[in-house]
């Protein structure tokens, strides 16, 4: 398995909703990263889990909660989000979190729409 | 070009014919640069990379060039097919340091 699966594809919540975005791979990556990805713009990171712990939080409001239960999984917990958060979700992981960008595995993303 | 507010600069080509799409770079620290393809409802994709002390190189189709001392990249596509429409990113990283992406370039390829 080569692959990172991030679910649901799509996602529209409201501002008082919480709401998970999950991303899986099961390459044995021990570097794992949240990527926001607004219209017409590069992705920029969010997050970075490094051996199941937090090591870069890129200054993330805290409407945004990562976790990571295992070495396979990696979760998105939002809370009170704004209609500005409305992006798509990228989840990647790399074998270890020195990895070159040629050892990155990108998932194809959550749509997520907040009205 | 540099893209402004929610334009992407766009490179409109004919099948067939040879796509060269530019970036610029800021950090002179930088030693590995990477191109990435990324299609409509999907994630980035590799399709090549270089390291500073090189550059050229070539894959299949795709030749990457690094000009260091303007700072400058790009992502050359010989023979252009409709399949190769996409928004294109460099990006970077060095030493362990995360990756960091640049403005994208928006590739149409019209049959």
């Known amino acids: 398995d080569t692959e990172v699966t991030q679910t649901p594809k799509h996602l529209v919540m409201g501002m008082t909703n919480k709401k998970s975005l999950k991303c899986e791979q099961h390459m044995g990556h021990r570097a794992m990263y949240w990527y926001k990805q607004k219209a017409k713009k590069p992705p920029e990171l969010m997050f970075v889990?490094?051996?199941?712990?937090?090591?870069i939080n890129e200054s993330v409001p805290s409407r945004f909660s990562p976790e990571c239960p295992n070495s396979s999984l990696l979760n998105l917990h939002l809370h009170a989000l704004q209609p500005e958060d409305s992006a798509l979700y990228l989840c990647?992981?790399?074998?270890?979190?020195?990895?070159?960008?040629?050892?990155?595995?990108f998932g194809s993303g959550t749509r997520l729409t907040v009205v | 070009g540099e893209s402004v507010g929610l334009h992407l600069p766009t490179l409109s080509v004919q099948e067939g014919d040879n796509s060269i799409i530019n970036c610029a770079y800021s950090?002179?620290?930088?030693?590995?640069f990477i191109w990435y393809k990324q299609e409509s409802g999907k994630g980035p994709q590799f399709i090549i990379d270089i390291r500073s002390n090189m550059d050229k190189r070539q894959g299949q189709r795709v030749t990457v060039l690094l000009n260091k001392t303007v700072k400058h990249l790009s992502l050359q596509i010989a023979a252009t097919q409709p399949g190769d429409s996409a928004v294109y990113f460099c990006?970077?990283?060095?030493?362990?340091?995360?990756?960091?992406f640049g403005k994208g370039t928006m590739l149409l390829v019209s049959p």
């Open positions: 950090n002179s620290a930088s030693d590995y």
């Open positions: 889990y490094s051996y199941e712990k937090l090591s």
């Open positions: 990006a970077e990283n060095s030493g362990y340091s995360t990756l960091t």
């Open positions: 990647a992981s790399s074998q270890d979190p020195g990895a070159r960008g040629n050892g990155y595995t």
